[in-house]
Nanobody, 116 residues
C-alpha cells in the first residue's frame, strides 16, 4: 500500500523559509522520479518541482525557480523541498508523489501559509 506522509508546513512571513519533507513507502522509491505538487482552493493541483530517481536531474515551475530546491535521500525514502524567499502566492497545500503520478494515492499534504 502506497503511503506518502508530508510534513514541515506552517505559517511563515513573506521572505521566510520552510523545508518540507515527504516520507514514502509501499513502492520502490529509489527507481521513481518524485515531485512536489501544490493546490489552492478552486484550482487544479500543479507540479512545483521534480527530481529524477537518482537525484541528478531536477526541474521547477517558473514561479519558484531560484527560490525552491528539491532533493531526495533514497536511503530514507524521503524527498524534500527547501523553500526560500516565500511569497503570499506560495500559500497552498503541498503534496508529494511520483512524477508522473501513476496511481490514485495521495497523502494528506502539508499546509504552507505565507502571510504577514
Amino acid at each position: 500500500q502506497v503511503q506518502l506522509v508530508e510534513s514541515g508546513g506552517g505559517l511563515v512571513q513573506p521572505g521566510g523559509s520552510l523545508r518540507l519533507s515527504c516520507a514514502a513507502s509501499g513502492f520502490t522509491f529509489s527507481i521513481n522520479a518524485m515531485a512536489w505538487y501544490r493546490q489552492t482552493p478552486g484550482k487544479e493541483r500543479e507540479l512545483v518541482a521534480s527530481i529524477s530517481s537518482s537525484g541528478g536531474s531536477t526541474g521547477y515551475t517558473d514561479s519558484v525557480k531560484g527560490r525552491f530546491a528539491i532533493s531526495r535521500d533514497n536511503a530514507k525514502n524521503t524527498v524534500y523541498l527547501q523553500m526560500t524567499s516565500l511569497k503570499p502566492e506560495d500559500t497552498a497545500v503541498y503534496y508529494c508523489n511520483t512524477q508522473p503520478v501513476t496511481g490514485t494515492d495521495w497523502g494528506q499534504g502539508t499546509q504552507v501559509t505565507v502571510s504577514s
